[in-house]
């Protein structure tokens, strides 16, 4: 007869542990709701056309994010002009023709520790050598190219990814073909890995586009009255405008915050709907 | 395109690419050049065992002290309280997910989970600092406004599904045969996940762990707007504290001029924190790669 606490055990344990679980997979996503209902409740009240399009003001009830909207797309289409290529390029030398040699080994040892590296100190990377080494100053540029570094990892880890999942046998029925590497890289490998790729950008992209942290350290400006006009512009960001406000003691700036915040979400939210909707797209297309 | 220009061109491309690939090596000598030119200099004017040891941080001050220990509490102390609300929620969360939950909620649950770790943590600062710190004060005597406990398990609820998600993998790359085993001897579902599967999956869930680890101590918006600007030799979670990030924006903020010594206090901080995340990361990788050793 097996002692009490075995039996205990035995009828119970497993209810118990279960029920556990799920009370805390629950809690994690009452956390999540309690986030967003947070936000939502502050903000979804200030939120209004005149506040999408005006500058920031001394008078919370005047401020707007419209110089921190456009900086942000500015911002971060420049970056994916910059990040996309290289990384896409890099993804396709590491996966395709990268010999097992040992410089191959060490990018890609170099990329995962990358990946792993805090974004602020990507940001101490564009101060020292974006803005002042290299001379680019508080600009567009300089911020573009910082957080395009950023994205750099990710867009590589991923896409290399994409590219994996391809089946050899589309490659060797290319080179049956008599295409070359690139032929058969640029016409089969490519279109078929792209719905995997493309949900990579998608998600390097939009984690850059709620960055902070490096922004401000190169020295992003936390009050621009005006649009950037060309890359050599300052600019701001909406993140940055967030924290602005989330940092001044008056409740009424809190509310910006939050007004703030709920369009950041809901650009993000947009951002990733398209990509599922584009994805599944070029899915059915290819498939 | 006669086949001499074909090949021509397939050595130009594949040159390029090549260039592509290499230029990330460069992207980790410029950060560790930059941090390191910045840090010398840093160093002539600052012994490196005041750096290390000294116990106050006033490099803003007019009595300037450059003691870095007060930063490395702050990150210790919010950090500590992160992992302590991710590690053990993360976990059940893993083990409930890979050995209860059936296939059509863990489907759903996984990607909304996921979603925390999407959210910008300029958000996560805002929640902490109007939200979960009011509450806490209704809990917790004598919180100040601004504290280490509701940044710390705000940042908690950023990697979760990052702990959770790895685990659940590694947990889920067990194979199969050591759970028919344990069933097979009379152990109940839960004898078989704590006392079998897990210790199995023991280095894949260590991994995940240091991985979070080292997020928690690169985080910096969230502390940066819900745990203060007080340089503080505390372990007390409910005063205002600085970390490392934090104080690298609070500086960044400012309008120090290059080139002097209080801009240099921010790259030598930098540099702490990015030995620090590399060595965690580098033993995160060393534990995971022997974790796919095991099960290979």
Wanted: hydrophobic content about 55%.
């Amino acid at each position: 007869m097996p002692g009490l606490w075995t039996r205990l055990v035995r009828t119970f344990g497993d209810r118990l542990l279960a029920s556990f679980g799920l009370l805390v997979t629950l809690l994690a996503l009452v956390a999540l709701g309690a986030l967003i209902y947070d936000v939502a409740r502050d903000g979804l009240g200030r939120l209004s056309w005149q506040f999408l399009t005006s500058y920031p003001s001394r008078r919370p009830e005047d401020a707007g994010i419209l110089a921190a909207l456009a900086g942000s797309l500015f911002v971060i289409s420049l970056t994916a002009a910059i990040a996309i290529p290289l990384g896409v390029s890099a993804a396709i030398y590491l996966e395709e023709y990268g010999a097992r040699g040992r410089l191959s080994r060490l990018i890609e040892v170099n990329i995962s520790n990358l990946a792993g590296v805090p974004s602020i100190i990507y940001g101490l990377l564009g101060l020292g050598l974006f803005v002042r080494i290299m001379g680019m100053g508080r600009s567009v540029l300089a911020g573009s190219a910082t957080l395009a570094l950023l994205a750099l990892p990710v867009i590589i880890l991923s896409t290399r990814e994409a590219l994996r999942a391809v089946p050899k046998s589309l490659r060797e029925g290319s080179y049956a073909l008599g295409a070359t590497k690139w032929q058969t890289v640029w016409h089969q490998v490519l279109p078929a890995a792209m719905p995997g790729v493309f949900t990579g950008l998608i998600l390097a992209l939009s984690r850059a586009i709620g960055e902070t942290a490096p922004l401000i350290t190169i020295g992003a400006l936390t009050y621009v009255p005006f649009v950037p006009t060309d890359i050599w512009s300052p600019f701001t960001v909406l993140p940055i405008q967030i924290f602005n406000w989330v940092s001044r003691p008056q409740a009424a700036f809190a509310e910006n915050a939050a007004a703030g915040i709920v369009v950041l979400l809901g650009f993000l939210l947009v951002v990733n709907a398209l990509a599922i909707v584009l994805r599944d797209r070029f899915q059915q297309r290819h498939a | 395109m006669t086949l001499r220009t074909r090949r021509v061109a397939e050595f130009i491309i594949e040159r390029t690419l090549f260039g592509c690939a290499a230029a990330s090596i460069l992207v980790t000598a410029g950060i560790i050049l930059v941090l390191l030119w910045e840090t010398a200099a840093f160093l002539r004017d600052v012994p490196l065992s005041e750096f290390l040891f000294g116990t106050v941080w006033t490099p803003l001050f007019y009595d300037k002290q450059f003691g870095a220990l007060p930063l490395v509490s702050g990150t210790l102390l919010a950090s500590a309280i992160a992992m302590a609300v991710a590690i053990p929620a993360g976990l059940l969360i893993a083990i409930y997910l890979s050995e209860y939950a059936p296939q059509s909620v863990r489907r759903t649950v996984r990607p909304v989970l996921e979603v925390l770790a999407g959210v910008p943590t300029v958000v996560y600062g805002y929640f902490a600092l109007l939200f979960v710190t009011p509450l806490l004060q209704a809990i917790v005597p004598g919180l100040a406004g601004f504290n280490a406990l509701s940044p710390g398990i705000v940042m908690g609820i950023m990697i979760l599904p990052l702990v959770s998600s790895l685990s659940e993998d590694a947990i889920r790359s067990v194979p199969n045969g050591l759970r028919e085993g344990a069933y097979a001897l009379g152990a109940t579902r839960m004898q078989t996940a704590l006392r079998v599967v897990v210790p199995a999956a023991f280095s894949g869930i260590s991994a995940a762990i240091v991985l979070a680890m080292s997020r928690a101590v690169g985080e910096t918006m969230i502390v940066a707007i819900a745990a203060g600007q007080q340089p503080r030799l505390t372990l007390d979670p409910r005063v205002p504290v600085e970390t490392m990030t934090a104080y690298i924006v609070q500086v960044s903020l400012g309008d120090t001029p290059t080139g002097t010594l209080e801009y240099r206090t921010i790259f030598a901080v930098g540099m702490l924190l990015f030995v620090s995340t590399f060595l965690l990361n580098l033993v995160s990788n060393w534990l995971r790669d022997r974790f796919r050793e095991e099960y290979a």
